[in-house]
T-cell receptor, first 116, second 115 residues
Protein backbone atom coordinates (compact mmCIF):
# COMPACT_ATOMS: atom_id res chain seq x y z
CA UNK A 1 0.00 0.00 0.00
CA UNK A 2 1.11 3.53 -0.60
CA UNK A 3 1.95 5.98 2.17
CA UNK A 4 3.31 9.48 2.65
CA UNK A 5 5.62 10.76 5.36
CA UNK A 6 6.19 14.42 5.96
CA UNK A 7 9.26 15.09 8.05
CA UNK A 8 8.59 17.77 10.63
CA UNK A 9 5.13 18.72 11.80
CA UNK A 10 6.27 22.32 12.34
CA UNK A 11 8.78 24.35 10.35
CA UNK A 12 9.69 27.94 11.16
CA UNK A 13 11.62 30.22 8.84
CA UNK A 14 12.40 33.90 8.70
CA UNK A 15 10.87 36.08 6.03
CA UNK A 16 13.10 35.96 2.96
CA UNK A 17 14.69 32.63 3.92
CA UNK A 18 14.53 29.38 1.99
CA UNK A 19 11.50 27.18 2.61
CA UNK A 20 12.07 23.41 2.51
CA UNK A 21 9.27 21.03 3.39
CA UNK A 22 10.12 17.36 3.17
CA UNK A 23 7.97 14.56 1.80
CA UNK A 24 8.80 10.91 1.24
CA UNK A 25 6.46 8.34 -0.19
CA UNK A 26 6.23 4.62 -0.57
CA UNK A 27 4.48 3.13 -3.53
CA UNK A 28 4.51 -0.18 -5.32
CA UNK A 29 3.74 1.44 -8.68
CA UNK A 30 4.62 4.83 -10.21
CA UNK A 31 2.78 7.52 -8.28
CA UNK A 32 1.22 10.85 -8.92
CA UNK A 33 2.42 13.33 -6.29
CA UNK A 34 0.86 16.54 -5.04
CA UNK A 35 1.40 19.39 -2.64
CA UNK A 36 -1.54 21.21 -1.14
CA UNK A 37 -1.78 24.28 1.09
CA UNK A 38 -4.46 24.89 3.71
CA UNK A 39 -5.20 28.20 5.37
CA UNK A 40 -7.13 28.18 8.67
CA UNK A 41 -10.70 26.92 8.41
CA UNK A 42 -10.50 26.52 4.66
CA UNK A 43 -10.29 23.67 2.22
CA UNK A 44 -7.12 22.55 0.51
CA UNK A 45 -5.68 24.32 -2.51
CA UNK A 46 -3.42 22.58 -4.97
CA UNK A 47 0.08 24.07 -5.12
CA UNK A 48 1.62 21.74 -7.69
CA UNK A 49 1.61 18.21 -9.00
CA UNK A 50 3.86 15.64 -10.60
CA UNK A 51 2.36 13.11 -12.98
CA UNK A 52 4.86 12.34 -15.72
CA UNK A 53 7.64 14.10 -17.59
CA UNK A 54 9.85 16.76 -16.06
CA UNK A 55 10.77 15.88 -12.49
CA UNK A 56 11.07 19.52 -11.38
CA UNK A 57 7.61 21.00 -11.23
CA UNK A 58 6.66 24.59 -10.59
CA UNK A 59 3.51 25.65 -8.85
CA UNK A 60 1.69 28.68 -7.67
CA UNK A 61 3.07 31.33 -5.30
CA UNK A 62 6.68 30.62 -6.27
CA UNK A 63 6.79 27.06 -4.95
CA UNK A 64 8.43 24.16 -6.72
CA UNK A 65 9.11 20.50 -5.99
CA UNK A 66 11.36 17.85 -7.42
CA UNK A 67 10.42 14.21 -7.86
CA UNK A 68 13.40 11.99 -7.03
CA UNK A 69 12.53 8.40 -7.70
CA UNK A 70 15.78 7.03 -6.28
CA UNK A 71 15.10 8.79 -2.99
CA UNK A 72 11.31 8.33 -3.12
CA UNK A 73 11.03 12.00 -2.26
CA UNK A 74 9.03 15.02 -3.39
CA UNK A 75 10.29 17.94 -1.31
CA UNK A 76 8.69 21.36 -1.60
CA UNK A 77 10.84 24.47 -1.81
CA UNK A 78 10.54 28.21 -2.18
CA UNK A 79 13.62 30.42 -2.43
CA UNK A 80 12.30 33.28 -0.32
CA UNK A 81 9.54 32.96 2.28
CA UNK A 82 6.81 35.54 2.56
CA UNK A 83 4.57 36.17 5.54
CA UNK A 84 1.58 35.05 3.48
CA UNK A 85 3.15 31.59 3.11
CA UNK A 86 2.30 30.76 6.72
CA UNK A 87 -0.13 27.86 6.46
CA UNK A 88 -0.32 24.08 6.66
CA UNK A 89 1.11 22.08 3.80
CA UNK A 90 0.16 18.56 2.80
CA UNK A 91 1.92 16.13 0.53
CA UNK A 92 -0.27 13.53 -1.16
CA UNK A 93 0.09 10.51 -3.41
CA UNK A 94 -2.18 8.57 -5.66
CA UNK A 95 -1.39 5.58 -7.78
CA UNK A 96 -1.49 5.23 -11.53
CA UNK A 97 -3.84 2.30 -11.32
CA UNK A 98 -5.59 2.22 -14.61
CA UNK A 99 -9.28 1.62 -14.80
CA UNK A 100 -9.65 1.68 -11.04
CA UNK A 101 -10.97 4.43 -8.78
CA UNK A 102 -7.84 4.85 -6.75
CA UNK A 103 -7.64 7.25 -3.83
CA UNK A 104 -5.53 10.11 -2.55
CA UNK A 105 -3.40 9.47 0.51
CA UNK A 106 -2.13 12.45 2.48
CA UNK A 107 0.78 13.00 4.80
CA UNK A 108 0.22 14.34 8.29
CA UNK A 109 0.93 17.89 7.26
CA UNK A 110 3.60 20.45 8.05
CA UNK A 111 2.72 23.76 9.62
CA UNK A 112 4.89 26.52 8.24
CA UNK A 113 5.47 29.63 10.36
CA UNK A 114 7.17 32.70 8.92
CA UNK A 115 8.88 35.12 11.29
CA UNK A 116 9.27 38.78 10.37
CA UNK B 1 -15.62 25.54 -14.92
CA UNK B 2 -15.95 23.00 -12.16
CA UNK B 3 -17.08 23.96 -8.69
CA UNK B 4 -17.73 22.07 -5.50
CA UNK B 5 -20.25 23.08 -2.90
CA UNK B 6 -20.21 21.81 0.64
CA UNK B 7 -22.58 22.80 3.40
CA UNK B 8 -23.08 23.80 6.10
CA UNK B 9 -19.85 25.62 6.92
CA UNK B 10 -20.23 25.12 10.65
CA UNK B 11 -22.42 22.84 12.71
CA UNK B 12 -22.88 22.26 16.42
CA UNK B 13 -24.77 19.10 17.28
CA UNK B 14 -25.53 17.29 20.53
CA UNK B 15 -24.27 13.80 21.20
CA UNK B 16 -26.70 11.22 19.91
CA UNK B 17 -28.22 13.45 17.25
CA UNK B 18 -28.19 12.57 13.52
CA UNK B 19 -25.91 14.14 10.95
CA UNK B 20 -26.20 14.90 7.27
CA UNK B 21 -23.51 16.77 5.35
CA UNK B 22 -23.99 17.34 1.66
CA UNK B 23 -21.57 17.95 -1.15
CA UNK B 24 -22.31 18.63 -4.79
CA UNK B 25 -20.04 19.10 -7.78
CA UNK B 26 -20.84 21.13 -10.87
CA UNK B 27 -19.22 21.26 -14.28
CA UNK B 28 -17.99 17.70 -14.53
CA UNK B 29 -19.46 14.25 -14.89
CA UNK B 30 -18.66 10.90 -13.30
CA UNK B 31 -16.18 12.30 -10.81
CA UNK B 32 -14.56 10.33 -8.03
CA UNK B 33 -15.84 11.73 -4.74
CA UNK B 34 -14.23 11.69 -1.32
CA UNK B 35 -15.00 12.51 2.30
CA UNK B 36 -12.05 13.33 4.51
CA UNK B 37 -11.93 14.23 8.18
CA UNK B 38 -9.33 16.42 9.77
CA UNK B 39 -9.15 16.30 13.54
CA UNK B 40 -7.47 19.14 15.43
CA UNK B 41 -3.70 19.04 14.91
CA UNK B 42 -3.85 15.99 12.69
CA UNK B 43 -3.71 15.22 9.02
CA UNK B 44 -6.47 14.22 6.68
CA UNK B 45 -8.11 10.86 7.18
CA UNK B 46 -9.90 9.38 4.19
CA UNK B 47 -13.33 8.23 5.32
CA UNK B 48 -15.14 7.26 2.13
CA UNK B 49 -14.63 7.40 -1.58
CA UNK B 50 -16.93 6.71 -4.48
CA UNK B 51 -16.28 5.98 -8.13
CA UNK B 52 -19.91 6.02 -9.19
CA UNK B 53 -23.55 6.20 -8.14
CA UNK B 54 -24.22 3.81 -5.30
CA UNK B 55 -20.58 2.71 -5.15
CA UNK B 56 -19.07 3.56 -1.77
CA UNK B 57 -15.82 2.34 -0.28
CA UNK B 58 -15.26 2.78 3.42
CA UNK B 59 -11.74 3.26 4.64
CA UNK B 60 -12.21 3.00 8.39
CA UNK B 61 -14.84 1.40 10.61
CA UNK B 62 -16.74 4.18 12.30
CA UNK B 63 -19.98 5.76 13.26
CA UNK B 64 -20.46 7.34 9.84
CA UNK B 65 -21.86 6.30 6.48
CA UNK B 66 -21.88 7.81 3.02
CA UNK B 67 -24.21 7.69 0.07
CA UNK B 68 -24.11 8.84 -3.52
CA UNK B 69 -27.69 9.11 -4.76
CA UNK B 70 -26.75 11.10 -7.87
CA UNK B 71 -23.62 11.33 -10.00
CA UNK B 72 -22.46 14.61 -8.49
CA UNK B 73 -23.91 14.39 -5.00
CA UNK B 74 -22.16 12.87 -2.03
CA UNK B 75 -23.70 12.72 1.44
CA UNK B 76 -22.08 11.96 4.77
CA UNK B 77 -24.41 10.74 7.50
CA UNK B 78 -24.62 9.46 11.02
CA UNK B 79 -27.57 8.12 12.96
CA UNK B 80 -26.09 9.04 16.35
CA UNK B 81 -23.16 11.38 16.74
CA UNK B 82 -20.34 10.74 19.18
CA UNK B 83 -18.04 13.30 20.75
CA UNK B 84 -15.20 11.77 18.74
CA UNK B 85 -16.99 12.71 15.51
CA UNK B 86 -16.00 16.34 16.02
CA UNK B 87 -13.65 17.65 13.38
CA UNK B 88 -13.31 19.40 10.06
CA UNK B 89 -14.95 17.47 7.24
CA UNK B 90 -13.82 17.99 3.69
CA UNK B 91 -15.46 16.83 0.51
CA UNK B 92 -13.35 16.48 -2.61
CA UNK B 93 -13.60 15.32 -6.20
CA UNK B 94 -11.20 14.15 -8.85
CA UNK B 95 -11.36 12.84 -12.38
CA UNK B 96 -9.62 9.94 -13.96
CA UNK B 97 -7.13 10.71 -16.69
CA UNK B 98 -6.31 7.73 -18.85
CA UNK B 99 -7.76 5.56 -16.14
CA UNK B 100 -5.71 7.00 -13.26
CA UNK B 101 -6.62 9.65 -10.74
CA UNK B 102 -5.54 13.24 -11.12
CA UNK B 103 -5.50 15.84 -8.39
CA UNK B 104 -8.41 16.34 -6.02
CA UNK B 105 -10.34 19.57 -5.65
CA UNK B 106 -11.69 20.39 -2.24
CA UNK B 107 -14.74 22.09 -0.83
CA UNK B 108 -14.44 24.70 1.89
CA UNK B 109 -15.16 22.21 4.64
CA UNK B 110 -17.63 21.81 7.48
CA UNK B 111 -16.53 22.42 11.05
CA UNK B 112 -18.53 19.93 13.16
CA UNK B 113 -18.57 20.25 16.91
CA UNK B 114 -20.37 17.57 18.88
CA UNK B 115 -21.34 18.72 22.36
Amino acid sequence: AQSVTQLGSHVSVSEGALVLLRCNYSSSVPPYLFWYVQYPNQGLQLLLKYTTGATLVKGINGFEAEFKKSETSFHLTKPSAHMSDAAEYFCAVTLKIYNQGGKLIFGQGTELSVKP
Amino acid sequence: SQTIHQWPATLVQPVGSPLSLECTVEGTSNPNLYWYRQAAGRGLQLLFYSVGIGQISSEVPQNLSASRPQDRQFILSSKKLLLSDSGFYLCAWSVRHRGANTEAFFGQGTRLTVV
